[in-house]
């Protein structure tokens, strides 16, 4: 196990398995893992920063030596104050590469001291997407096995109208039957 603490940074806009398959690597790997959520995306998010605190927060709950987080600004700065050693990141497929050592380079140059640390997910999870799970779950096709249990139905409960509508109906019977008690 490697001594110190790990920043596994990501938008996790919602937390797929894949992202939790590599938290659970990293946190085998790394005696502490820090998963941050970066708050000030400029993309419009689908869930909201608390939303998946709370979704990866249940997620991690059995593992001991991970902690969620959220951060604003520089990453590399935000991975200084924690004292962080290493920058965790996932590559799927080559098409991530690019994107992934611009950016591990980039930090370096703004922190040479920081370590990028690549670890690949299963390969099960090599095409699953936070923005694909958006896009198929936004038009109602089935995510189920992509995300967590969890998420799936928070993602439900988020776009789905008839679900909502249940929701609400169960809602104000539930009032009517709490205000029928209270007359009676
Ligand atoms: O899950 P994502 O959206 O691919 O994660 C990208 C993230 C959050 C790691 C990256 O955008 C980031 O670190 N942003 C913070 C601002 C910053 O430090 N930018 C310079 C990166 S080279």
């Known amino acids: ?25 990293g946190a085998k790997i790394f005696e502490e893992l820090v998963v941050a959520i970066l708050r000030n995306s ?5 869930f909201s920063v608390a939303e998946r605190l ?3 927060r249940e997620l991690t709950t ?6 969620i987080d959220t951060f604003d600004g520089l990453m590399v700065e935000y991975a200084k104050s ?8 996932g590559i799927r497929a080559i098409s991530d590469y690019e994107y992934e050592l611009q950016m591990a380079l980039m930090n370096r140059k703004l922190e040479p001291a920081l370590e990028t640390v690549f670890m690949m997910p299963a390969d099960k999870y090599s095409y699953v997407s936070s923005r694909l799970v958006r ?9 189920k ?7 799936e139905q928070k993602l439900r409960q988020k776009l789905d109208p008839a679900y909502k509508l249940s929701e609400s109906r169960m809602i104000s019977v ?9 007359k009676a």
């Open 135 to 143: 896009e198929v779950a936004q038009v109602g096709g089935p995510v």
């Open 62 to 67: 059995d593992l001991k030596n991970v902690r």
């Open 82 to 89: 924690l004292d962080a050693t290493c920058i965790l990141r």
């Open 174 to 182: 539930t009032r009517k039957a709490k205000k029928r008690k209270t």
């Open 42 to 46: 400029e993309k419009s998010p689908m």
């Open 1 to 25: 196990m490697h001594k110190g603490i790990a920043l596994y940074p990501g938008s996790f806009d919602p937390p797929t398995n894949g992202h939790l398959d590599l938290i659970e690597r």
């Open 54 to 56: 709370e979704m990866l």
């Open 145 to 151: 096995g992509l995300v967590p249990d969890v998420v």
